[in-house]
């Protein structure tokens, strides 16, 4: 359903509103009648974060790129001036780390997913330049856009139509902000309850009716087409092309038809799509397939392509017999100890169990390796990026057994994204990962039967790109409004007394919507961004250092407790 235009007004903002949390400087950029008009057809279905007394909290577990999120309550948008005030006042009071003159991050907010249509046409760009300048004078660095295969390329293949962001691509020249640009070549939504559908190419679908082994395929023999099989990212089956070959042709289209924008510095940064949803992983847990969170996933090698690829590592291993997937690693929405695969103890740590899964972990990173060595010719001399998802629930087992199902072979006996960073390392791309803001104690307390830990898959993942050297940058798995989240970001942003001082290179912020332009939310958000770029605000509420019994003030003076 579209969003109607809104004023921005009491629970949304007014000049008024303005005038409570705004500087003089931000009400010289932006007139007194400004409106936002959110005209962006069914943009995404946005999942607020819930309310646990007077504070929000992200309680949850997995967002996907173009995918349906899991749904919570929404935040009431009745909230009164009185309840906004009691709101930012009761945030304030959280013990916080001062970041004042600390390394700047960067920050990019992802645009709607729907702001370029089917027809590759900018939906409503008044309304756009609008939301875009709001977002300008929070200092905000710069947007992300998925450039969708299944729109430019949509009815025939090497026909490109980049007509659509040609004109969004200008509108942010404008603005003088950055962009971050995604090769999005999967599906965005196809889920009950998602507004955006944005399937693959038409010409790539009719492939798929007479060959559905193009797609990834679960042991019951269920096609995923929300992506490609990697097993064909060598085989000519893409009308005489193949799979790598039709994502170069893409990407370099692009770099061609948008060379004008390389060349002012306008994209900061390619993201090159290598999975479902963008991400460097096996499409384990879709939920059109009737996956519910914490399940464990499925293994997704069962086209064959990938079938054919298995049997010959089993023949050069000497063991032909093992050209096979497991035949006792349960289904979706399994726990790992119900399965004789994934238990402790189990066979994944068995003789044929490591043989598999060194496997099924080896097409993905050479996947990313085939891919991003072709990304590095198209985009000669701008940043490359690869996006890796979350997967924390189950991290808490022996075998880790959703990460399993999704290619991370990283039970707890070895360290699976090693070979992640090395294989990035070697093409100089950055690692872009999720979940930066979930807490494990949340997850403990909502989700107890999940063993997740995102703060330790965090640091597990952090630590590996950094080890080899990569930029690392970030995004939020879900939207996120509240103080405790953006607290948690800024905690992994910056990691505290590290000795080498490392720290992201980017974040970007899961997205721009109606709900992030309320208010009190964006009174948070101008704050967060304040502080990830180092700069001081006025109502910390100090905590002191661990190994001290002291406060450190904004202005660096010291209080003894």
Known sequence: MAISSIQLCHGVWS?????????????????????????FPGTIGWNSCRFKGSQSRTSAVVRERGEKIEEYPPIDESVDADEDRQIVHSTQKLPERD???????????????????????????????NQ?????????????????????????PQVYNWSGYKRLFQIVRGLKLKLQVVMSFHECGGNVGDDVHIPLP?????????????????????????????????????????AV??????????????DEFFEDGLISEIEVGLGPCGELRYPSYPAKHGWRYPGIGEFQCYDK?????????????????????????????????????????????????????????????????RVLALANLAFEGTCIASKLSGIHWWYKTASHAAELTAGFYN????????????????HEAALNFTCVELRTLDQQEDFPEALADPEGLVWQVLNAAWDVSIAVASENALPCYDREGYNKILENAKPFNDPDGRHLSAFTYLRLSPVLLERHNFIEFERFVKRMHGEAVPDLELYPDKNHTEFQGPDGQVAVD
């Open 99 to 129: 970041f004042t003159g600390t390394d700047a991050v960067p920050i990019y907010v992802m645009l709607p997913l729907g702001v370029i249509n089917m027809d590759c046409e900018l939906v409503d760009p008044e309304g756009l330049v």
């Open 305 to 369: 392509y990938l079938l054919k690829n298995l049997s010959k590592a089993a023949e050069v291993r000497g063991h032909s017999f093992w050209a096979r997937g497991p035949d006792n690693a349960g289904s979706y929405n399994d726990a790992p100890h119900e399965t004789g695969f994934f238990r402790d103890g189990g066979d994944y740590d068995s003789y044929y169990g490591r043989f598999f899964l060194n496997w099924y972990s080896q097409v993905l990173v050479d996947h990313g390796d």
């Open 411 to 426: 039970p707890s006996n070895r360290d699976g994204y090693a070979p992640i960073a090395a294989m990035l390392k070697k």
């Open 245 to 258: 070959e039709v994502y170069f042709d893409y990407m370099r289209n692009f770099r061609v038809e948008f």
């Open 202 to 242: 038409q010409w790539i679908r009719e492939i798929g009716q007479s060959n559905p082994d193009i797609y990834f395929t679960d042991r019951e023999g269920r096609h995923n087409s929300e992506c490609l099989t990697w097993g064909i990212d060598k085989e000519r089956v893409l009308k005489g092309r193949t």
């Open 132 to 156: 875009l300048q709001i977002l300008k004078l929070v200092n905000v660095d710069g947007v992300m856009v998925d450039c969708w295969w299944g729109i430019v390329e949509a009815h025939t």
């Open 15 to 39: 000049a008024g509103a303005r005038m409570a949390f705004s500087s003089s400087s931000h009400e010289q950029a932006i007139s007194t009648s400004v409106r936002v008009s959110f005209g």
